[in-house]
């Protein structure tokens, strides 16, 4: 077999990008310099409710390099003339509009921009404006909202509401051998990529920009600033090459885009804003929750009723919706289910998509409240899982285009050593920690979205693929490149991808996990172009060998289009398109879903996730030496990337289940942890062994390459097989995220 012969997908290809990210070449929004570039800084407003009286900015505008401070008096007249503002990812109602009056909705709002010809000036003069506010009621407690929660009047794209109820829920509870009841509280989180949001707006003449920006999405940053902006699609160009993370948080332009753009226009000089680590806790976040869930079961461990009723908290001004209980109605077989979901207003910033938003935190009430079930009823949780297995999705009744939960469960609990558990909370001693063996089940979506591509071949055997997608660390940019290098048989490295611009092919923003597939899909339909084309004009060639040939009989081959039962009869690329004088073969190709398909059949990720803990008896002090999460996500382009990306939501999980937590000093309003110092995420000392088993799974309908896409699903139920594996170890309920050590003791 020569080398050309291996299939890049399904190789632990390193990161094609990856010696550009750890020498520094990859440059980030913030790090695009221009001429002239002017520095601004957001003042961010010191109460969570009420209107500006006045302004003082005298003694800042008097600060030596200061250019200019906007505020809701003199900011960028031209902004928001379009009622039509665009954002793909945006809920129902108004979208946060900075500096736009002087309302003050939430503590951290922007009150002002300051710009200056340095940052430091900026920042100096930042400090120096006040204001005076008329301070009106406000309320940041999910717990005094939740009995006013109301259902969303206007329901967000894409989110499908809770499912109309099936049997008769309360009846069955009522009537059942075995039932819990529990409320689940789960805490605000903050996504705290480690790349601040940033915006680079370079000012290119009359009314044109080039926009290096901090976003999940190019053209949906470009659809914004044109919208509210009123500029033409042809002058905005935003470039987005690499991503220091976002989970969501980047899927929304978020308030620095507004600012650098604005200041941008009014000023004609080019403009950088990044918000301070700080700042970021007043953008977007994962809202709190609170859960009701009953659960009953029969003799024989049957489930027999699911209620979950849950609330979850959204800002004054827009009604954040995430599929949050949906996956209770279709987990587990039930014929009696009755979910709910309602929203609170609070005075914050309107929360945004985090990683798996909805299941990470859905998925971990029902999972805790499973276990509870489970034990109640005596029977070891995972018989308990799998006797309760869903072979439909009882929500719509459709089937699952592929399943392999079942192997998760074996191969999870084989490599935990699940037989280990004992059936006894709080029976295991080991010196003086109590350990613990706990599981869940996890679930997301396998999403494919409309996307485009094209795809370039040139004589020198370099193909280019291209598409507005973004990488945020999840490896597009490695995973393009081994797709269009299996497509036509060439090396990784002779596939230049391009990504992370406006200017390319349409693409959504990157998220819900489904970039592998849809994207992956649109570069695959573009080579599957190019290669007909090299084969039209091959078939053509003067003495061609494969003049006889149908398309079905060649294969694509280190650089070479040759016959698949003689490869030895074949033609370069090189020679093909030399023969027919052509300089490129080019073809631009859709991935869509199919909708016919749809109406009989949903996709999903599964997973199982196991979690051996260890609880300090007298402290309280958790410790996790080992996590096996087990994920069924159809075909992995790359083993390495993939695994990263479980690896990150395993940790994200874990922070979830013990660390992250927004505290806020409701007599405030105020968030008292906006920093990296007292917002907890886990550090090394709190990862240990952490194993990724990805379990064979064949799916010819997901979509076109058979890859259902993957990263958020290393979070889901994460939480959940940490806190059911503490009250093994101590026979004590963790219902409330995290579960911090007071929580235990
Ligand atoms: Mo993901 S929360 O869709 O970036």
Same mark, same amino acid.
């Given at each position: 077999m020569e080398a050309a012969d291996i299939h890049h997908i399904g190789n632990p290809t390193n990161r094609v990008d990856g010696r550009l990210k750890v020498t520094g070449a990859a440059r980030y929004a913030a790090e695009y310099e221009a001429p002239g570039l002017l520095h601004g800084v957001i003042v961010s407003a010191s109460v969570a409710a009420g209107r500006i009286v006045s302004l003082k900015t005298e003694r800042a505008l008097s600060v030596p390099g200061v250019v200019e401070i906007f505020t809701h008096e003199n900011c960028g007249s031209g902004a928001w003339l379009d009622r039509n503002w665009k954002d793909e990812v945006a809920p129902p109602g108004h979208p946060?509009?900075?500096?736009?009056?002087?309302?003050?909705?939430?503590?951290?709002?922007?009150?002002?921009?300051?710009?200056?010809?340095?940052?430091?000036?900026?920042?100096?003069?930042?400090?120096?404006?006040?204001?005076?506010?008329?301070?009106?009621?406000?309320?940041?407690?999910?717990?005094?909202?939740?009995?006013?929660?109301?259902?969303? #009047?206007?329901?967000?794209?894409?989110?499908?509401?809770?499912?109309?109820? =099936?049997?008769?829920?309360?009846?069955?509870?009522?009537?059942?051998?075995?039932?819990?009841?529990?409320?689940?509280?789960?805490?605000a989180e903050h996504h705290n990529p480690m790349e601040l949001f940033a915006t680079t707006c370079v000012y290119e003449g009359k009314d044109k920009l080039t926009i290096y920006e901090k976003t999940q999405g190019s053209q949906n940053s470009q659809g914004y600033v044109t919208s509210v902006f009123g500029l033409k699609t042809k002058n905005v160009r935003v470039i987005n090459h690499y991503v220091g993370g976002a989970f969501g948080s980047a899927l929304r332009p978020q308030q620095q885009l507004f600012f650098a753009v604005m200041a941008s226009l009014e000023l004609k000089r080019s403009v950088r804003v990044v918000l301070t680590r700080s700042q970021m806790f007043y953008i977007g976040y994962r809202p709190e929750t609170r859960h009701a869930i009953s659960l009953a079961a029969d003799n024989e461990g049957r489930l027999t009723s699911i209620i979950h009723d849950a609330v979850a908290a959204t800002s004054h001004y827009e009604d954040y919706q995430e599929?949050?209980?949906?996956?209770?109605?279709?987990?587990?077989?039930c014929d009696n289910v009755k979910l709910s979901y309602g929203l609170a207003k609070l005075n914050t910033a309107t929360p945004c998509d985090m990683r798996a938003p909805g299941a990470a935190v859905g998925v971990t009430a029902l999972e805790c409240a499973i276990d509870e079930l489970a034990h109640a009823a005596g029977i070891d949780p995972l018989e308990f899982r799998k006797r309760n297995f869903a072979t439909l999705d009882e929500n719509t009744g459709k089937q699952f285009t592929s399943k392999a939960l079942g192997a998760c469960y074996e191969q999870g609990a084989a490599s935990i050593g699940w037989e280990r558990r004992s059936a006894e909370p709080g029976a295991v001693r080991?010196?003086?920690?109590?350990?613990?063996?706990?599981?869940?089940?996890?679930?997301?979506?396998?999403?494919?979205?409309?996307?485009?591509?094209?795809?370039?071949?040139? #004589?020198?055997?370099?193909?280019?693929?291209?598409?507005?997608?973004?990488?945020?660390?999840?490896?597009?940019?490695?995973?393009?490149?081994?797709i269009g290098a299996d497509a036509l048989g060439l090396p990784v490295g002779a596939v230049t991808p391009l990504i992370g611009?406006?200017?390319?092919?349409?693409?959504?923003?990157?998220?819900?996990?489904?970039?592998?597939?849809?994207?992956?899909?649109?570069?695959?339909?573009?080579?599957?172009?190019?290669?007909?084309?090299?084969?039209?004009?091959?078939?053509?060639?003067?003495?061609?060998?494969?003049?006889?040939?149908?398309?079905?009989?060649?294969?694509?081959?280190?650089? =070479?289009?040759?016959?698949?039962?003689? #490869?030895?009869?074949?033609?370069?690329?090189?020679?093909?398109?030399?023969?027919?004088?052509?300089?490129?073969? /080019?073809?631009?190709?859709?991935?869509?879903?199919?909708?016919?398909?749809?109406?009989?059949?949903?996709?999903?990720?599964?997973?199982?996730?196991?979690?051996?803990?260890?609880?300090?008896?007298?402290?309280?002090?958790? =410790?996790?030496?080992?996590?096996?999460?087990?994920?069924?996500?159809?075909?992995?382009?790359?083993?390495?990337?993939?695994?990263?990306?479980?690896?990150?939501?395993?940790?994200?999980?874990?922070?979830?289940?013990?660390?992250?937590?927004?505290?806020?000093?409701?007599?405030?309003? /105020?968030?008292?942890?906006?920093?990296?110092?007292?917002?907890?995420?886990?550090?090394?000392?709190?990862?240990?062994?952490?194993?990724?088993?990805?379990?064979?799974?064949?799916?010819?309908?997901?979509?076109?390459?058979?890859?259902?896409?993957?990263?958020?699903?290393?979070?889901?139920?994460?939480?959940?097989?940490?806190?059911?594996?503490?009250?093994?170890?101590?026979?004590?309920?963790?219902?409330?995220?995290?579960?911090?050590?007071?929580?235990?003791?």
């Open positions: 946060f509009r900075p500096l736009h009056s002087d309302r003050i909705l939430f503590d951290g709002q922007p009150i002002a921009l300051v710009v200056a010809e340095t940052l430091e000036a900026a920042r100096d003069a930042a400090s120096l404006v006040t204001a005076a506010y008329e301070v009106g009621q406000h309320c940041t407690e999910l717990e005094v909202k939740r009995s006013q929660a109301y259902e969303p #009047p206007e329901k967000r794209s894409g989110i499908p509401p809770p499912p109309e109820p =099936r049997g008769k829920a309360e009846d069955a509870f009522e009537r059942a051998r075995h039932r819990i009841s529990a409320d689940y509280r789960i805490r599929s949050l209980v949906n996956w209770s109605g279709m987990m587990y077989h080991d010196g003086h920690e109590l350990v613990g063996l706990g599981m869940a089940t996890g679930m997301w979506e396998a999403a494919l979205m409309k996307a485009s591509a094209e795809a370039k071949l040139t #004589p020198d055997g370099r193909l280019q693929v291209s598409t507005a997608a973004s990488d945020i660390g999840t490896g597009t940019w490695t995973i393009l490149a081994q611009d406006s200017s390319l092919s349409a693409s959504p923003v990157e998220g819900g996990s489904w970039t592998a597939a849809s994207n992956g899909s649109a570069v695959l339909a573009a080579c599957e172009a190019v290669k007909q084309t090299v084969f039209k004009h091959a078939r053509k060639m003067a003495n061609s060998p494969l003049a006889a040939a149908s398309f079905d009989e060649v294969v694509f081959l280190g650089g =070479r289009i040759a016959l698949r039962t003689d #490869p030895d009869r074949g033609l370069s690329l090189a020679e093909v398109m030399h023969a027919s004088d052509l300089r490129e073969i /080019k073809a631009s190709r859709k991935a869509a879903p199919k909708l016919l398909q749809m109406r009989k059949y949903v996709s999903y990720t599964h997973s199982a996730v196991f979690a051996e803990v260890r609880v300090d008896r007298d402290l309280g002090i958790v =410790r996790i030496p080992k996590i096996v999460c087990a994920v069924a996500a159809g075909k992995i382009i790359n083993p390495k990337t993939a695994r990263s990306q479980i690896l990150g939501g395993v940790v994200m999980g874990i922070g979830m289940a013990l660390h992250e937590e927004a505290m806020t000093d409701h007599r405030l309003g /105020k968030i008292m942890n906006h920093n990296f110092a007292e917002y907890h995420i886990p550090a090394h000392a709190d990862i240990a062994d952490i194993k990724v088993i990805f379990v064979d799974e064949q799916d010819d309908k997901v979509s076109p390459l058979g890859v259902k896409g993957l990263g958020e699903i290393g979070i889901v139920g994460t939480a959940a097989a940490v806190a059911n594996a503490i009250f093994n170890a101590t026979g004590k309920r963790g219902r409330d995220f995290p579960i911090t050590l007071d929580k235990i003791i």
